[in-house]
């Protein structure tokens, strides 16, 4: 079942009457199985201190794996249970252990649970331990905005430019998810601004795509190149054409993007905002001499991207402007 016994399916509820009756009887306080792994990881789940203080005193291993976090330590750190997590570290746990999510700081970082972010530091936790879809805490937290949990793990050497992760490193992660707060902080300790890698290939190109013009400004401020190339848009450029934010392109052309830069599954960022029916921005690309007949792309040129998606003011422009 989806507890896999009795004593799990109570230590989860919280039934602590239940549990002390189960054990009392002889139930094995370690058995393995359903989707909690264990009876502990079940009540650390939930935040059911009593129950979990209860089966450790019955000798239940602290340190079992098993269920969607791996281990009691880390289920307990994502939840924010910091009773839990305390009562754990006292008993033994392996502080950096490593589970499905990585290891429980990254799972208190990406939660937003500073107090505990604290006490796994104090206990020794690895402030650069890698592993999870953010690669690192500090990514993790930089991608959700939490400003005091990155100030914390920079102060406790976490490596500002660390590579990894589905954004690459930090400062891309905050760029994308539109933290300048958090910019600002991982720029003052020596954030590389031009770092590659993730799925943007820079912080530009990923505060580009989100819409988050004050982001783009503080990065072209501390020297981001305007022009840099790769991932999935290409170029910042590219990626505000696409997204349909006007304002951030006029800074990008005012600042030197290319104009005709090549790149992208449209070719160039005057087919990309074709495609997406972004007319103002197909006026400004060509008052900036974007190339109407250009080829490239899924779509060819820009009148045909246009064309595919029925975008008639666009055509319109387009072949005003002498597009063939």
Known sequence: GRYGNALQAASHRGCDKI????????????AQGGVYGNALYAASDEGHDKVVEMLLNKGADVNAQGGRYGNALQVASHGGHSKIVEML?????DVNMQGKYSSALYGASISGHGKIVDVLLSKGANVNAQ?????????????RGYDKIVEVLLSK?????VQGGDYGNALQAASHGGHSKVV???LSIGANVNARGGKYSNALQAASYGGHDRIVDVLL???ANVNAQ?????NALYAASFGGYDKIVEVLLKKGANVNAQGGEYGNALQAASWTG????VKVLLSKGADINTQGGVYGNAVHAASARGHYKIIEMLLSNNAM
């Open 131 to 143: 592993g999870g879809r953010y690669s690192s805490a500090l990514q993790a937290a930089s991608h």
């Open 89 to 93: 570290l006292n008993k033994g746990a």
């Open 19 to 30: 549990v002390e009756v189960l054990v009392s009887k002889g139930a094995d306080v370690n």
């Open 230 to 234: 790769g991932g999935e848009y290409s």
């Open 157 to 161: 050497g976490a490596d500002v430019n």
């Open 184 to 186: 600002r902080v991982l």
């Open 221 to 223: 401020n501390k020297g």
């Open 278 to 281: 972004r007319d103002k921005i």
